[in-house]
């Protein structure tokens, strides 16, 4: 086979032995910056309280694989199965598992607990919990979606609308809260938005804010992307290197969604809004040097403008997403590639070549 497309053993997903533990196939990495590959790790037959397992048939490729799978970050635990956009069936529930049946169509997105007990978790803001376990990686050396099988907290799992096909819904699980939730918290029917990068995120940006009432500004770096931002819903197109139509739009704006990982310009950005004015930034760049946002006070202090980030979205944000996608039919635009071609779907989303958000489908 080509290098980029190695193949699994002709069995099913998983085989029970004789210590009642069963082998889950996955891709895998094993160290950072190394292609995926094959590979198989065992868990126990049975799930254990509060969790579930789900037969996962599609799992989007997020720009935060990418940053894993090269330990950007620093947080990565290898063997790494990475995936956070998971959709599947419910396969099997644990001891307590009541709001779910087996054959149930579910998703999984980036978290995977929190703590309960904290000033966050009190305020119904459990991504901001500092004791936030994610899908995969970290303490825990938890394995994501690049997978035919997972075992998950049930508590973190959602119900998938039955009009949102799996492919169109997985994206949804990272690139829709990260969206939806902000612009849910910071705009109001009649205002009007920016949104700045017209990629995986930014698609998606500007379809919620379009269905949630504002008028919608594409922000990008050319005019490559007008039409298809258009047909997102962008009601305007500024291309932010062209200093005549900055200049021109400058104090027009009531929000503006950052969703590219870049840091270069700010200030610029921040001259767009009107006073009171919210940038919301959701991209997290590498943390180091060339990486660090520079900012001129002048650009916030005069006219009273607000500088935020927002992260993925609270618990309950993530079932209010799913049916107000449905209603609306905001719809992720995907490539959808078999799980032994995730390399391929890895390398695309590296480069900034996915129209918009990479795939993987278990069942090719």
Not at 260 to 281: E, F, I, Q, W
Not at 317 to 338: G, I, L, P, Q, R
Request: aromatic residues 8%; contains cysteine.
């Amino acid at each position: 086979a080509p290098p980029n497309l190695l193949p699994f053993p002709r069995h099913r997903f998983f085989h029970l032995d004789a210590m009642a533990m069963f082998s889950v196939q996955c891709m895998a990495c094993h160290e950072a910056g190394k292609p995926l590959e094959p590979w198989t790790y065992d868990i126990a037959e049975e799930p254990p309280e509060g969790q579930l397992d789900v037969e996962i048939s599609h799992c989007g490729v997020c720009g935060s694989d990418i940053h894993q799978l090269q330990d950007s970050w620093g947080v990565a635990s290898f063997p790494l199965v990475p995936g956070h956009e998971i959709v599947g069936k419910v396969a099997k529930l644990g001891p307590g598992v009541t709001k779910f049946s087996i054959g149930q169509r579910v998703g999984i997105g980036v978290q995977r607990s929190n703590c309960g007990a904290c000033p966050c978790c009190d305020s119904k803001l459990e991504q901001l919990c500092p004791k936030i376990t994610k899908t995969y990686a970290g303490p825990g050396k938890d394995k994501g979606g690049f997978a035919r099988y997972i075992r998950y907290t049930a508590a973190w799992t959602f119900a998938v609308p039955d009009s949102i096909p799996s492919a169109v819904a997985a994206p949804l699980l990272c690139a829709g809260i990260t969206t939806f939730s902000p612009l849910k918290r910071h705009c109001k029917a009649g205002m009007k938005v920016g949104v700045v990068g017209i990629g995986g995120l930014g698609h998606l940006a500007l379809q919620y804010a379009r269905a949630m009432g504002c008028s919608v500004v594409a922000i990008s770096t050319s005019d490559r992307k007008h039409e298809e931002a258009a047909s997102f819903g962008a009601t305007g197109y500024l291309v932010s290197s062209d200093d005549a139509m900055m200049a021109e739009a400058k104090s027009s704006m009531d929000v503006i969604l950052n969703t590219a990982s870049g840091v270069s310009g700010t200030d610029a950005y921040l001259s767009l809004l009107k006073p009171r004015g919210v940038m919301v930034n959701v991209g997290l760049p590498e943390k180091d040097e060339a990486n660090q946002t520079r900012l001129y006070m002048q650009s916030l202090v005069p006219q009273e403008k607000s500088l935020v980030g927002s992260y993925l979205g609270p618990l309950a944000d993530y079932d209010e997403m799913f049916a107000f996608s449905a209603e609306h039919n905001v719809t992720a635009k995907v490539e959808v590639v078999k799980l032994e071609e995730a390399n391929v779907a890895v390398q695309k989303v590296k480069e900034g070549s996915a129209r918009y958000r990479m795939v993987l489908d278990m069942s090719a």
